[in-house]
């Protein structure tokens, strides 16, 4: 709750600072305990982790998970993704991913019903950092043909024009779209409502975007206790953000259905 209150006067349009705390008596089941609220001068501040006037507890919060680690390999993953099943999370369907090295097999150690998706914005960027600036704007003219085809022969066609065309010039690029082909390409089975949803990491990206804008400004932290506290407050605001929804959503789910029957039909009713 400091955490959420320090993010909460950085954002501050008005002069405003912390003001001592308050003590309550909280109810969990685990039982009671004391609670001590900070508190601001302007009384502006609407905690989200124990709101205002709340005195129970539930196990809302052990459904959120936050994760720190200096390196992203296997072994990471693998805990992450062990926590996440040891915590209820019983099926994935589709998991579209940025490419960090480790996670897909993580991925299909824990969960191996599960489809992985590398995002296609991420392999694009990859890919622009190896083309001459001057030949970016016509590379990537090529290089749309094969992410936006209607289905999957025609990406594929539009992929051998690429290295046709480009492949000499730039090989390390057209090697990775060819090596990670079939993970690349796993969303031209759907219909392109449906691709929308699961093509890119951008979801998750934003809100790392909000993680750097709470931390870029507080230097070093004392403990990863207090950095998690930080981040976990700004993911409780994250979602004051999520204003638009997904377009075709139910049609989506229908098609979800279809494609991985039994797997969701006990979890929502169309």
Same mark, same amino acid.
């Given at each position: 709750?400091?955490?959420?209150?320090?993010?909460?006067?950085?954002?501050?349009?008005?002069?405003?600072?912390?003001?001592?705390?308050?003590?309550?008596?909280?109810?969990?089941?685990?039982?009671?305990?004391?609670?001590?609220?900070?508190?601001?001068?302007?009384?502006?501040?609407?905690?989200?982790?124990?709101?205002?006037?709340?005195?129970?507890?539930?196990?809302?919060?052990?459904?959120?998970?936050?994760?720190?680690?200096?390196?992203?390999?296997?072994?990471?993953?693998?805990?992450?993704?062990?926590?996440?099943?040891? *915590?209820?999370?019983?099926?994935? +369907?589709? !998991?579209?991913?940025?490419? %960090?090295?480790?996670?897909?097999? /993580? $991925?299909?150690?824990?969960?191996?019903?599960?489809?992985?998706?590398?995002?296609?914005?991420?392999?694009?960027?990859?890919?622009?950092?190896?083309?001459?600036?001057?030949?970016?704007?016509?590379?990537?003219?090529?290089?749309?043909?094969?992410?936006?085809?209607?289905?999957?022969?025609?990406?594929?066609?539009?992929?051998?024009?690429?290295?046709?065309?480009?492949?000499?010039?730039?090989?390390?690029?057209?090697?990775?779209? *060819?090596?990670?082909?079939?993970? +690349?390409? !796993?969303?031209?089975?759907? %219909?392109?409502?449906?691709?929308? /949803? $699961?093509?890119?990491?951008?979801?998750?990206?934003?809100?790392?975007?909000?993680?750097?804008?709470?931390?870029?400004?507080?230097?070093?932290?004392?403990?990863?206790?207090?950095?998690?506290?930080?981040?976990?407050?700004?993911?409780?605001?994250?979602?004051?953000?999520?204003?638009?929804?997904?377009?075709?959503?139910?049609?989506?789910?229908?098609?979800?259905?279809?494609?991985?029957?039994?797997?969701?039909?006990?979890?929502?009713?169309?």
């Amino acid at each position: 709750m400091q955490a959420e209150l320090e993010e909460h006067l950085t954002s501050e349009d008005k002069p405003n600072r912390k003001s001592g705390r308050t003590s309550k008596t909280m109810k969990s089941p685990a039982g009671n305990f004391e609670l001590e609220t900070p508190r601001d001068r302007a009384g502006t501040f609407e905690p989200q982790i124990v709101k205002k006037h709340q005195t129970h507890l539930t196990d809302e919060m052990e459904r959120k998970g936050l994760y720190l680690s200096d390196q992203e390999g296997a072994h990471h993953w693998l805990s992450v993704l062990t926590d996440l099943h040891n *915590r209820g999370v019983q099926d994935i +369907l589709i !998991a579209c991913v940025d490419g %960090l090295e480790g996670f897909p097999e /993580a $991925i299909e150690s824990i969960f191996p019903n599960t489809e992985i998706q590398h995002c296609i914005i991420h392999q694009i960027r990859n890919s622009l950092k190896y083309v001459a600036s001057k030949n970016q704007k016509a590379f990537m003219a090529d290089l749309k043909c094969v992410y936006n085809a209607a289905t999957l022969n025609a990406a594929e066609s539009a992929l051998d024009e690429l290295e046709a065309k480009w492949g000499d010039k730039y090989p390390m690029v057209i090697k990775s779209w *060819r090596s990670q082909w079939e993970t +690349l390409s !796993a969303y031209f089975k759907y %219909l392109d409502y449906v691709r929308t /949803a $699961i093509y890119t990491t951008n979801a998750v990206e934003a809100v790392h975007r909000q993680f750097r804008k709470l931390t870029k400004t507080k230097g070093g932290f004392a403990s990863e206790n207090g950095l998690l506290k930080l981040l976990y407050a700004g993911i409780l605001k994250a979602p004051e953000r999520w204003t638009h929804p997904i377009q075709n959503w139910n049609l989506t789910l229908s098609q979800l259905t279809i494609h991985f029957p039994e797997r969701l039909e006990k979890h929502i009713s169309l």
